[in-house]
């Protein structure tokens, strides 16, 4: 029985960090799970310094992301309920 690896070895790494959209959605179609379809919400930040909070936009910018995935979940599925936890 021959082995073929749908996932080349090369593309493993140290730690899972490492891995971006591109590497999921990869690996969901070697998996044969990939959706039908793909939504992705981006936030782009200014300062990465250490101990430096989110800033007023960033935090804007996630809330009104997380409406707009509530809105996307509840209009697929409307038994979806949610609660946002966050700490900033």
């Keep these: 029985m021959t082995h073929v690896s749908l996932v080349p ?3 493993f790494r140290s730690t899972t960090y490492s891995y971006g959209l591109p590497d ?3 690996l969901g179609k070697a998996l044969n799970e990939l959706a039908p379809h793909v939504i ?3 936030i782009g930040g200014k300062a990465f310094d250490e101990g430096t909070g989110l ?9 009104e992301v997380v409406q707009k995935i509530v ?4 209009g697929r599925n409307r038994r979806f309920s949610h ?3 966050y700490s900033l």
């Design 9 to 11: 070895v090369t593309s």
């Design 24 to 26: 999921a959605i990869e």
């Design 71 to 74: 809105k996307e979940v509840g």
């Design 40 to 42: 992705v919400y981006g």
């Design 83 to 85: 609660r946002v936890l």
């Design 55 to 63: 800033s007023i936009d960033v935090e804007r910018a996630a809330e």
